[in-house]
């Protein structure tokens, strides 16, 4: 899929494990695990809001584009 | 579902999960009457159609027999018995699958791609049902002309029910991937 979600590399960063990142954004595990793992179709605005807000970064930092 | 515990903090959410949960359980004895109306009328018509034609067969076989009717090798006789073999399995084959289709609604499963494989083939089986009915019945004519073949009677209720039956199934299909666009989107 050419959007990448770099949810990885903004954990590492900011120091904080998927479990934390899960229960402060209010998203389940799972759901967070189809979204690191790139599987998912797509994201709703308030959720990539609240990841922003608690990762203090910007959409462009987890979002990338890579053509095929 | 039932042995849920539900922790609800407003008591108006507790009694709108309530009224759900007899919703579901008011759909759930409707499929299983359904289920049990089915199975009635499968048995009766099976009964019915067992002693009521089985027997006079047999009698009028048994009559042939002492009237001393002589069995000689009909090719059309044989061709017929050949397709009412088939069109019993086939019948029996839409009868099963939609006994199943009913058993997974009943479970919960509605949008799965066992119950859109299961429309599909009850589709195409009823297709091709109309069309063995009909070819059955011409082989029946004693004369193979255009018009008595146009006067045999065609199940066009069998085609329709095929046909619709197939769409259902790409409606069913269409519903599964907008639910997966749906479980896919965080």
Redesign the interface.
């Known amino acids: 899929m050419p959007i990448i979600i770099n949810l990885d590399v903004m954990l590492a960063r900011r120091k904080m494990s998927l479990t934390e990142l899960s229960e402060q954004v209010g ?1 389940t595990m799972s ?2 695990s ?2 690191k793992t790139g ?6 605005l308030e ?1 990539l809001e609240s990841i922003c807000r608690v990762l203090d970064c910007q959409p462009g930092d987890i979002l990338e584009f890579r053509s095929e | 579902m039932q042995n849920q515990v539900i922790l609800c903090q407003n008591p108006t959410e507790f009694e709108k999960r309530k009224g759900l949960n007899n919703i579901n359980m008011n759909t759930k004895n409707q499929i299983k009457l359904i289920k049990v109306i089915y199975i009635v009328i499968l048995l009766s018509g099976l009964i019915i159609s067992t002693f009521g034609d089985g027997i006079e067969g047999f009698k009028k076989g048994m009559e042939d027999a002492n009237n001393g009717v002589s069995l000689s090798f009909n090719l059309l006789s044989f061709l017929q018995g050949i397709l009412l073999i088939i069109i019993l399995f086939l019948s029996l084959r839409v009868f099963l699958y939609l006994y199943r289709f009913m058993d997974a609604v009943e479970r919960g499963e509605v949008f799965s791609v066992e119950n859109i494989e299961r429309l599909t083939t009850m589709g195409w089986y009823c297709v091709m049902l109309s069309f063995g009915t009909f070819l059955f019945n011409c082989l029946e004519l004693t004369r193979f002309t255009l018009s008595a073949i146009m006067n045999v009677g065609f199940e066009f209720w069998l085609l329709v029910l095929g046909i619709t039956l197939l769409t259902i199934a790409f409606v069913f299909k269409k519903g599964i991937e907008l639910k ?2 749906n479980d ?3």
């Open positions: 998203i759901n967070l189809i979204l599987k998912a179709k797509a994201v709703r959720t | 997966q666009e896919l989107t965080i």
